[in-house]
């Protein structure tokens, strides 16, 4: 796994059954940090790879589908659980 800030040291499979690479702790930040520490974790990870972003950003489902559309990126999973978001994005 690559080290990034703010990274959850896990790697591998989760609860949620999807394959990660890497990981963001996002939570308690607010719009756009999460997007911003997304966008740069997966500059660090090569194209393929998966990231796994957690956030307690209510906005950040609507953020994260908005930027694998214009990113091209893809949003494998996304999940909420006690107003908490797990988002899997695969680099291009």
Not at 35 to 45: D, G, M, P, R, V
Not at 46 to 63: A, H, M, N
Request: proline share 3%; glycine share 8%.
């Amino acid at each position: 796994m690559i080290a990034m800030d703010d990274t959850d040291s896990r790697n591998g499979t989760d609860d949620h059954g999807i394959a990660f690479d890497g990981a963001v702790d996002a939570r308690g930040l607010n719009c756009p940090l999460p997007i911003l520490k997304a966008k740069k974790a997966l500059a660090t990870i090569e194209s393929g790879q998966v990231l796994r972003v957690t956030s307690t950003d209510p906005g950040s489902k609507r953020d994260f589908e908005a930027f694998a559309r214009q990113t091209g990126n893809v949003l494998v999973g996304q999940f909420e659980a006690d107003r908490t978001w797990t988002f899997y994005l695969k680099r291009r």
